[in-house]
């Protein structure tokens, strides 16, 4: 027999990702109290997040919307206004930085078609009047006190061309002032300054020939008017379509889009907003006034919108039908309707964007607070964190001596950080979501639908549900690293 024993010292055995998991979810039961304070942090800070980033979502699809039917809505009246008006170079500048904003292929086609300068020269002037029209948008954002030490009392072109007028002494005065966000930097500044000499030149020159054929146009349409002395609005809705076609064909000789769409466009929306007119005009008419208050039994005579309002009446009906048919008035009321409509989301959004930061996600306050609530989120779960871990201290012990090793202690801790950023991301997600649409649905009524991007939500959603499981995570890190650190015999002691 031998003086020695054989010790068989076996492979340890390590346990699988599930069991691990499985682990993780019985630990979040046991401690179900201290789980739902963590989760409850990680669910305001997601739903938080959601609300804004669905929120935005809205205002950028609802705002784009909106403002395409009020451009469709104008677009008669503009197209006519550029081929009969001539331009002041404010205007031009306003087009060219329109057309270079949304990158219109048409409206660069027509500048070189009808002022005869090749496209690639009409783009770069494009690009130098957006430039100069957010110069001179910067220079009237400066406060008051600052802009007179700069500029003095000039604004808009005036401030750019009195800040050229002495350039070494404007970056001499300019230079103290570092706090100043100037777009593209003082850099791209002086950068603009160098060209605008150029480019001064060549939007003269653009603008002179541009009104060159808006005077040929207007003489055609003069021409074609003959003797009819109403407005051109008017001329267009009563000629017939052989006059239109021609009328079109001898404007676009002269280098204007103008297609049969436009001129059948213009018909109609002209016709309707005469109508509109004339409607709106008898509505606030002495003749109508006193048999508007005998019907509807009014004491004060009745501002002309409330009028409006009422033209689906049949007492209104009867009073008006002498002078409109049933066809006129509906015309009339949906056009009141849907500009009223329009007008009051415009405004409604224009508190919220701008035309600049229409296609933008979150402004700068948003994401400052975005941040606050985000720090506030994590020092809220690594407290609770650490919290948790405090009183496991003789379970990590335990799993210590049984041969648990730093690295599955720590992958344990963060597991059970992520799930809990999971579940709490996904109930955010939910919350956030419910409370952006039921604020939009009270605001925008059913343009919310009328816009509604399935992608855009879902994208946000996926987005919130990441940041909420990476948030508990990085919450987790620093309470679990020191956990797995811990020696046995140093844990068993902590009481």
Sequence with gaps: MSKYREIDVKKQRSMTFCETFG???????????????????????????????????????????????????????????????????????RRLSAAYVTNDERAFGEFSSVTGIAKDEVVKLASGANQERIYADWFDSIPSGRRLILVHNNTGRGAIRYALSDRDSFAERLAPM????????????????DAYSGYAEQLTRFNTLWNRKVSAACKVIEEMKGGFEKSDAEWIVTRSEEELELFRSRISELGFAFGTEDVKLMQGQFRE???????YAFLGSSSLREEWTRVFRETTVSPIDEK??????????????????DEELDLAYEHYIRERRL?????K??????????????????????????????????????????????????????????GYILLQFMMEAAL?????????????????????????????????????VLACSLFSLIVGIVLAVLASVQPSWSASRMAPMEAMRVE
């Design 420 to 456: 809990q950023g999971f579940c709490g991301g996904i109930v955010g997600v939910v919350l956030g979501f419910l409370i952006a649409f039921l604020r939009g649905l009270m605001s925008y009524g059913g343009y919310l639908f009328k816009y509604w991007s399935t992608s855009g």
């Design 273 to 279: 907003a005469l109508v509109y007119s004339r409607v």
């Design 178 to 193: 570092i706090d100043l966000r100037i777009p593209g930097k003082q850099v791209g500044l002086m950068s603009f300054f």
């Design 23 to 93: 682990l993780c979810i019985k630990g979040v039961k046991h401690r179900m109290f201290r789980s739902l304070l963590t989760l409850a942090v990680v669910v305001l800070a997601v739903a938080f997040f959601m609300f804004l980033l669905s929120e935005s979502v809205f205002v950028k699809n609802i705002g784009s919307g909106v403002s395409k039917e009020i451009k469709h809505d104008r677009r008669s009246q503009h197209t006519l206004t550029r081929i009969s008006s001539p331009a002041s170079e404010m205007v031009t500048i």
């Design 343 to 347: 007008m009051s989301l415009e405004r």
């Design 308 to 325: 409006f309002e009422k033209l689906n009446d049949g007492r209104a009906r009867s009073l008006l039908r002498g002078n409109f048919t």
């Design 349 to 406: 959004l224009s508190a919220v964007m701008t035309l600049d930061d229409a296609s933008a996600g979150l402004n700068g306050r948003q994401v400052f607070l975005l941040v606050i609530s985000f720090v506030v989120c994590m020092v809220g779960i690594t407290n609770a964190m650490l919290m948790s871990i405090t009183e496991r201290f003789r379970e990590i012990a335990t799993m210590k001596c049984l041969g648990a090793t730093d």
